[in-house]
């Protein structure tokens, strides 16, 4: 038995052998074919398999360091206790044992309370002083030949805007110069005192019609002067301002009562702003709204109530008043929107900056010291002065020590804790 077994082994191991000489063989083949191929790429190719085996065994060597450092361990974290607490009211306190605020950051301030006005904002947009604006239309029926002062254009008064060929108003000059002629021989022959009374009344006429159709006094001089007719009329503007809106191109045909052009003054305007019903008590003629703009946040301007609409608008229930505004430096634009307030009283109140109240959706909170390491944040009523100081109606009582500098840092305590 023993023989036999060492005969099986021998056998067994002449077949390994025998497999590992075939199996050497054909890796020997293999390699001198891999070989062959790989010499046999372009270099280009050879290069870009040099780098792909590069990345390969970049990252697999990346994989085994990771599997040694075991980047994944777990961290010990360590937890705080929360020292906040929620009063029914909804103020919080929060507790910071052991911690001392940096008082450069963190400044606070005793409440005190002072007299400040009671002011009603309103929106509102600007417009053109309508009663200083003015729209030119056609007085005679022609033809637009040249326009001289187009949209923005300043004019003066007096000043040309557009000319226009009409044959009324040639017809118009030469019936005054023909009843002028009349009148100066008639003048000379005092035999015809009646006739020369009519020959006036007709100059006279035809010079009213002259104007009436836009001409001036001066073009009438001119006219006697030369004796020529002019082959346009010249539209001028009636007021100092800027054109506004122009409804005609050169060569258009306007008819008598076309609009020709809109002229306004854009130092004069106007504040529309909506007042709401309950308030309207509070408003009368007369009284003085200071306005501010997004264009000039730092700047006000001023404005008189002229105007007190005698009815509500159904779609915004809102009662819309006017104000007159005005403009000397043409800082201000028509359509924009402006904020305006007016004083209508004054109340109690402590005044804080703004720097002090921290602001949440529409809630406005504060934050006062209630000891050395006990902070306590509340809600409060109030409104914005000038946009620098907030007056609290309710909520602060005087000698309470309230946060003006760092509310918002603070606050952040406040958030962390409540997590």
Known sequence: ?????????????????????????????????????????????????RLVIICVSILMLGIVIGLIVNVNRPVKLEKTDKSLRVESSGA????????????AIYVFSEAVKSEVPVELTMPGRLTFNAEK??????????????????????????????????????????????????????????????????????????????????????????????????TNLVVRSPIDGVVVKRAVEPGAFANIGDVLTTLADPKALWFLGNIYEQDIAKIQKGQTITLRTEAYPGKVFTAKTNFIAPTIDPDTRALVIRC?????????????????KLQVGSTQAVVLPQTAIVRVREMRYVIIKTAADTFRRFAVKGYDLDGKQFAVIDGVDPGMQVLIDGAVLLNDRFAKQEE
């Open 133 to 230: 604006s003015k729209v030119i239309s056609a007085r005679a029926a022609g033809r637009v030949e040249r326009i001289v002062a187009f949209d923005g254009a300043q004019v003066q008064m007096g000043s040309p805007v557009l000319e226009m060929y009409s044959p009324d108003f040639i017809s118009a000059q030469q019936e005054y110069l023909l009843s002028s002629k009349t009148t100066k021989i008639l003048e000379n022959n005092k035999a015809l005192g009646d006739l020369l009374s009519d020959s006036r009344i007709t100059q006279d006429a035809a010079a009213n019609r002259i104007r009436n159709l836009g001409a001036g006094d001066g073009d009438i001089r001119n006219l006697e002067r030369t004796g020529k007719t002019q």
């Open 92 to 103: 919080m306190e929060l507790k910071l044992p052991g911690l001392n605020l940096n008082p």
């Open 1 to 49: 038995m023993k023989d036999k077994l060492i005969a099986i082994y021998k056998r067994a191991l002449a077949e390994v052998e025998g497999l590992k000489e075939k199996f050497a063989a054909r890796i020997e083949a293999n390699t001198n074919n891999i070989h062959r191929s790989y010499w046999a790429l372009p270099p280009e190719t050879r290069a870009r398999l």
């Open 324 to 340: 007159d505004v005005d403009n000397p430096d043409g800082l201000l634009r028509p359509d924009m929107f402006a904020s305006g």
